[in-house]
Structure formats: C-alpha cells, structure tokens
C-alpha cells in the first residue's frame, strides 16, 4: 500500500459536464501529480503542485485545472468535458528534497464521458 | 523530443522461462529512470530507480540495469504472479518539475 487514496473510483459523465476527482496524499508529501492513462497507453503528465503552486505543466488544455490543499489532498478539475477524457485518472504523491524521488501512485479514477 | 520507447509489447512465457524487457530512450538529460508494475485496473506500483549507466538493482525475480541509451528488467524463473504490466519511466534533468514520461509498457503473461 502507498497511502494514497483516490475518489471516486469510477465515474460516468455525458460530453460538457464538469468532473472533480480527489486524491489524498501520503502524510509528508508535499508534492502532488496528476496522470492521464489511456486504455493500452503509458500514463501522461497533466500538471504537478508543490507547495500550493503549479509547478508544471504537461500538455493539456486549460480546461483541466487543479488544486493542492495544506491538509496533502488535491483535486483535478475537468471542465467541458470530451469523449477523449475517457480514461484512468492517477494521482502520484512525492517528497521534494532535491534529489531525484520517488512518486507513489494512487489506484486512480476511472472515468467514462458519454 | 523526449522519448520512451518499451519492447516488447506484449510477452507470454512459460513459468521458469527467463526474459527480458527493454525501455529505450531518447532525452535531452535523463535526472532517474523508474520501473513501475501494473496490474488491471490499478495504479502503477514502484519497482525501482535507477540513476546513472551501470547500475542495477534486484527484488525478488527482478533485475534492472541501466546504459546510456536504454534499460532492461530481467526476469528471472518467473511465476504466474508476476504477470503484469511493466512501465518504464523516466525523469528529465534540468527541469523545474519532477514530470514522469513514461513508455507505453511491456504486458508480461506468465503461464503455469
């Protein structure tokens, strides 16, 4: 077990509506990221927080937004929402210390768009 | 641009039957190298990280190892619970961000 918990763990949406989904971290990890899996594909980098802040970027569209809180939860927030955002949402929590980390994935959201 | 590159995509082997996975890479600086396993409907589960050429590492049946240009995981007499699949990730240098690139995976079936 990593500690990190995600939730929900399925969801169904129809095309244009907003989604929040919810991860929290390992106690101590102040560093969050957030991947897109598709079916047969590699996890793809969404964005990361450290601290509170944005602290990169993949690419994605504004429409996919997030936030870190102090308490080592985040959200990712999907607006407008695509059949393409069909997919297994990870959350990945780590500690920023300067040398490279390791980052401990959450069991993710599934997300089916309709 | 960055790329990781897995191979083979698919591998079925018999229990006892030894192997090998490939994760090729083109980065403009590699910071890590990450093993990651996956099973159906999971998150990715952290095998190990590998810093520089000439490494290795092992776990169990596993063993990684790291070149300039590439990695391997070696199975060694697998079972059928290690039927997976293996994510191959790297770190890039010189980056504010700690962003994974990952392949696109090596699904490993291990028959009894």
């Known amino acids: 077990e990593t500690g990190v918990t995600q939730s929900p763990t399925h969801l169904i949406k129809t095309r244009g509506q907003q989604v929040t989904l919810r991860c929290s971290s390992q106690s101590g990890h102040n560093t969050v990221s957030w991947y897109q899996q598709a079916l047969g594909q590699g996890p793809q980098f969404i964005f990361q927080y450290y601290r509170e802040e944005e602290n990169g970027r993949g690419n994605f569209p504004p429409r996919f937004s997030g936030l870190q809180f102090p308490n080592y939860s985040s959200e990712l927030n999907v607006n407008a929402l695509e059949l393409d955002d069909s997919a297994l949402y990870l959350c990945?929590?780590?500690?920023?210390?300067?040398?490279?980390?390791?980052?401990?994935f959450g069991p993710g959201t599934r997300l089916l768009v309709l | 641009e960055d790329q990781v590159t897995q191979s083979p995509e698919a591998l079925r082997l018999q229990e006892g039957e030894s192997s090998s996975l490939n994760c090729s890479y083109t980065?403009?600086?590699?910071?890590?190298l990450f093993w990651y396993r996956q099973d159906p409907g999971k998150g990715p589960e952290f095998l190990f990280t590998?810093?520089?050429a000439g490494e290795e590492k092992e776990k169990e049946r596993l063993k990684a190892t790291l070149t300039k240009k590439e990695s391997f995981l070696h199975i060694t007499a697998p079972k059928p619970e290690d039927s997976a699949t293996y994510l191959c990730?790297?770190?890039?240098?010189?980056?504010?961000?700690?962003?994974?690139?990952f392949g696109s995976g090596t699904r490993l079936q291990v028959q009894p």
């Open positions: 990730a790297v770190e890039l240098r010189d980056t504010g961000r700690r962003a994974l690139t």
């Open positions: 990945a929590s780590s500690f920023e210390q300067g040398v490279v980390e390791t980052q401990y």
């Open positions: 980065v403009s600086g590699l910071r890590g």
């Open positions: 590998l810093y520089s």
